[in-house]
């Protein structure tokens, strides 16, 4: 799968205060990520939905898809046919990436041979919401196995 970089272009001006913002939101987003995650696997596609920002941006595989409504994000997060169980994040810059152990979970779909495989999302989390989610691939370490 291919990785799409991203150009950030900087705006002026911006003080102490959007500095401890930043910062802020960035140690909130695994929080805003277990949160979402514990959500989805419960079955609850509503409560998952309303932690998206609208817009924002989703791609499981697929071109960027973007979310305008509520009724987008509710059948995004209904799309996704597996639960799944926060194992750790790491950040750069504004991006967060998650690594998930994939679980069943109740509602439409079923994670069938996907449970208990790893899966990895970018996130970009502003203001407690979620307003990039991308599926990258995973990496193998040098044993083969997947982390």
């Known amino acids: 799968m291919l990785l799409i970089a991203f150009a950030v272009a900087g705006c002026g001006g911006g003080g102490s ?68 169980r926060l194992i750790k994040t790491t950040s750069s810059g504004r991006f967060t990436t998650a690594t998930f152990r994939l679980t069943e979970r109740p509602g439409p779909g079923t994670c069938g041979s996907g449970t208990g495989l790893l899966a990895r999302t970018t996130f970009v989390i502003r203001n407690g919401k979620i307003e990039q989610w991308r599926r990258v691939a995973n990496v193998s370490a040098p044993s083969g196995r997947t982390v």
């Open 17 to 84: 205060q959007s500095r401890r913002a930043a910062l802020h939101t960035e140690r909130d987003a695994p929080s805003v990520i277990r949160a979402w995650a514990d959500t989805l696997r419960r079955g609850d596609i509503r409560g998952a939905a309303e932690f998206f920002a609208l817009p924002s941006i989703v791609s499981n595989g697929t071109p960027p898809i973007e979310l305008h409504t509520r009724a987008d994000a509710r059948l995004f997060n209904a799309s996704l046919p597996c639960g799944a």
